[in-house]
Each structure stands twice: as C-alpha cells, then as structure tokens.
C-alpha cells in the first residue's frame, strides 16, 4: 500500500464553506493532524465562491475543531493554531479553468519540488461536471510521477440509473479510475467495517447466516430532526436518494455477500456487487413511503415537512421509507431484507438486526420463550453487538426468558472510536480504496431502486403522514 506519509501534499477541498466541510471534514483533518498522521509538510486549501481571506477562513474553521484524542486544554490550542497556520483560502468559480490555474499556480510556487494533491469535491450536483471540468482543464491534477494527484466525490452520484451512468461517464473522461475515490461515509464507520470480520475471522456465524436459519434481516436507520437547513437540497432527492440507495444498500451487501477471495478493494466489490445484483428491483407493494407532519407536543411544536420555506407546497417527497427486498440466490432465498430510513422520527440510531428462525421443535414450548435468538448490531450510537438468546431464569421454576450477551465497544476497547471521515480520507492518503465504491456497485444499487422512484413520481404516490417524532407510518412488517 501507497502511504507517501512524508511527502509534502496539499488538501483542497472545493465547497469549504458547506456544511460537510466546516463539520466533518476539516474537523477530520485537523483529528488526523493531532494523531501525526498526516504528513508533515501539508496545507489545506479551501476553495469557494465567497470572498474571504485566510484568516476568516481560519475564524470560521475553528469553530468546529476539537481536540477528540485527549489533549489537554493547552495542547489543543497550540495544536489548533499550528493546523490553522497551514490552512489557507483560495476564492474562485466553479466553472472557471483561470481560478483553478491561478490556484494551481499558487500551489506550484509553494511546491517548486511537487507535492501529493487530493481535491474533495464537497459541492451540489447540479455543478459537480462542471466543475470537474475545470478542474481537469486547469491541469491543476497533473503532477510528476513520484507523487499522486486523487479526488475525492460525495453522493449523490445522480438521481437514478440513467443519470448515474451518465455523471460517472462524464467524469471518467476527467479523473482516471485509480484516482477517484468515491465516498460513501459509512463505509468507514467502525462497526460497519467489522461486519467483515465479524462474519468471517469467526467460525461460528458462517454455517448459520443463510436461509435456512434467517428468518429476516431488518437494516434500520432513523433520525430525531427533519431536513432543517437542508431542504433546498433533500426535496429534490428524499431518503430512498440519500439514505437507503448508498448507505443502506452498502449495509445489505456486506451482510449478504460471500466472502471474498482476498481483504482487497476489487475482490470486496466483487462479492458486494454480486449480492446486489440478486436482489430483484423493487415493486411498489413492497414499499411504504411516508412525509413527517406538524405536531404539538408538551407545548412545543414541531414543523411538518411542508412548513420550511424551502419545501413546495405540493411537494410528495419521503422522508421516510421502508422497503422490502429479496435476495434470489442459493443463501438468501426467502429472507425478506427490510430496509428502513426515516427523518423525525423518535430517535437518532442506525442497527442492524439479524433474526434467527425458532428450533424445529421446542421441548420447551409451553415454558415461554423461544423464539429468541438474534443478532443486534449497533452501528451508532453506543457501538455494539449484541446476542439475544433463551436462558432459564434462575428459580425453582421452569421458565425461560430472551437474554442479551452485549459486547459494547466503549466498555470492551479503550480509546476514542475514529470518525468516518478521518478512516476515509487517512485510506485515500494511504492509496487504500477497499471502503470507496467502485463504478458498478452504485449502478447496482441503483438498478433496485430506480424503478420504484420513477413510479412515486409518475403515479404521484402521496407519502403517508407521520407526527414529528414518531415511529414513522404503519409498513405492516415486522421489523
Ligand atoms: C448523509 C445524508 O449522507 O448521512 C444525511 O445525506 C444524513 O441526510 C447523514 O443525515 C447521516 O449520517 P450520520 O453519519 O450522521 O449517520
């Protein structure tokens, strides 16, 4: 694996004064600065539409770094200021070549010898070709041999099948294959990278994860706030968009692929992309889709989705989904999946649960539960993993009772749990792409939810209302 830790190298992040920038990604970087683990000769370079000089940029940086390792109070302030003097501004169009080659002509003064130079394109869709474009007519990607020029692209790569493959083709006239690392945050939470190992460094799971002792699958994710601030963007995609078709998805597949022939990036997406491939495209009686509503509760009232200004009136966008999907291949035959997103809903948590069918016969069957063992993972918040299974309850009677064997991250491992962000962007320093998405995972996933997409809207299916802070609407599934 590539690490070029001690090559000098630029960090350009184009769309520095978004969200994604300002929480998560200069808050990653500044992380990985305090763990050493960037290199030591290294500036950031925040590239935007506002005019702003490097010390507003500095001031407005701030505000979201913190000192997550431990630090003491004194060492994160100089850490912080050491980070801050290497970050730099740079305000330009999108669509210009001339702002990127004065950029880039910046960059060639600092670096007279060259430098490594990774652009993360945190900007909307509607100007990410274009802005490629510039990028790459700029030649601001081109560097000598010795160092390697990468780019990093956010979701959502495009709304559907066919704008999808459109988008990659254009880029891929751009940005050559091996450089572009297509980001899919979650593959780089910690628990969601264990799934691997958690199914095959251990025996035990191997013999049982199929359909002949699954009775389903349910991939759970659901959020406490609405779309505020972000419904400018969220009502042109909703949550299938920009929850269930990459994250979920993700999820899906590294529960029910193979194992793959080596730990690498290609033999990964081959098994990811296989499993994805059996799972037949949705139809519409296998999907519920719902539309969070005002409501007052204890005096305080919360905005349904149409009150944002930002939301058209006749707006049928979800804000919650729950899908049901089959996987038609030997292992997974008749084990629903169910796919489940939602904004406002009661809680903010992400799980996976795997339920496991009951004994052929329970000679225990008039002594209460049985029916009990599943698999609880945790993938935010309180990380864990968790075995749910029957045991006698201590007493001189007979009865039996579903217990837990919990395995809680921050009780069993010292040490604060990394950021998605920071595995992700330390791996495409690394060169390492097994947790970025190759070309046809994403048209996979795409290809089972397209669809189902074109028919809400071509049928203008009305979601389901839900109060703010509820369960969501009624889908009829177990899970
Ligand atoms: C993003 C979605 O990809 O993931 C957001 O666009 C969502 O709508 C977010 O809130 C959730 O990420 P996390 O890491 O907070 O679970």
């Known amino acids: ?86 970050c730099y501004y740079h305000s330009g169009q999108y669509d210009s070549t001339e702002d990127f080659e004065s950029l880039n002509k910046k960059i060639n003064e600092q670096y007279p010898d060259g430098a490594n130079r990774l652009f993360y394109m945190s900007i909307p869709p509607s100007i990410f070709v274009k802005t490629a474009k510039s990028v790459g007519a700029s030649g601001i990607m081109t560097v000598e041999e010795k160092f390697w020029s990468r780019v990093v692209i956010e979701k959502p790569f495009g709304e559907d099948t066919e704008s999808s493959e459109k988008l990659l083709e254009s880029l891929s006239k751009i940005f050559k294959e091996e450089q572009t690392y297509r980001i899919d945050h979650y593959l780089g939470k910690e628990v969601i990278q264990n799934l691997l190992i958690l199914r095959f460094a251990n025996r035990i799971f191997e013999p049982i994860w199929n359909q002949e002792h699954i009775q389903y699958v349910s991939i759970k994710f659901t959020e406490d706030i609405g779309v505020e601030g972000r419904a400018g963007y969220f009502d042109q995609y909703g949550i299938i968009r920009d929850v269930l078709q990459n994250h979920l998805m993700q999820i899906l597949a590294l529960v029910a692929m193979e194992q793959p022939v080596k730990f690498d990036a290609e033999s990964i997406a081959d098994e990811k992309v296989k499993a994805l491939r059996s799972v037949p495209a949705l139809t519409l009686d296998k999907v519920t889709v719902g539309q969070y509503a005002a409501i007052e509760k204890n005096g305080i009232k919360y905005p349904g989705y149409h009150d944002d200004p930002e939301v058209p009136d006749d707006s049928i966008t979800d804000t919650y989904a729950h899908l049901q999907l089959a996987i038609n291949n030997k292992r997974w035959y008749g084990v629903p999946f169910y796919l489940s997103a939602g904004k406002a809903l009661n809680d903010r948590k992400t799980e996976i649960f795997i339920k496991f069918k009951d004994v052929p016969y329970s000679i225990f069957h008039e002594t209460g539960k049985t029916n009990t063992n599943g698999l609880l993972i945790r993938v935010q918040p309180n990380e864990s993993i968790e075995f749910q299974m029957a045991n006698k309850v201590p007493g001189l009677g007979m009865n039996l009772e579903k217990v837990k064997l919990d395995m809680l991250y921050h009780d069993e491992f010292d040490g604060v749990l990394p950021e998605a962000y920071e595995r992700l962007l330390l791996d495409v320093m690394r060169g390492d792409r097994s947790l970025f998405l190759q070309k046809y995972e994403l048209q996979a996933s795409w290809d089972i939810v397209t669809p ?28």
């Not at 630029?10 to 929480?23: E, M, N, T």
């Open 1 to 86: 694996m590539e690490t070029h830790q001690g090559q000098p190298s630029c960090f350009i992040i184009l769309g520095a004064s978004g969200d994604l920038a300002k929480k998560k990604l200069l808050p990653a970087l500044f992380s990985l600065y305090c763990n050493k683990m960037l290199p030591e000769d290294f500036v950031v370079i925040g590239f935007a539409r506002s005019s702003m000089d490097h010390k507003a940029f500095r001031n407005r940086i701030v505000e979201n770094l913190t000192c997550r390792y431990g630090e003491n109070e004194q060492d994160c302030a100089e850490k912080m200021d050491q980070f801050l003097d290497r």
């Open 452 to 479: 189902i997409l074109h028919e809400l809207q071509e049928k203008n299916i009305q979601p389901k209302p839900y109060p703010y802070g509820s369960e969501g609407p009624d889908h009829g599934c177990p899970a």
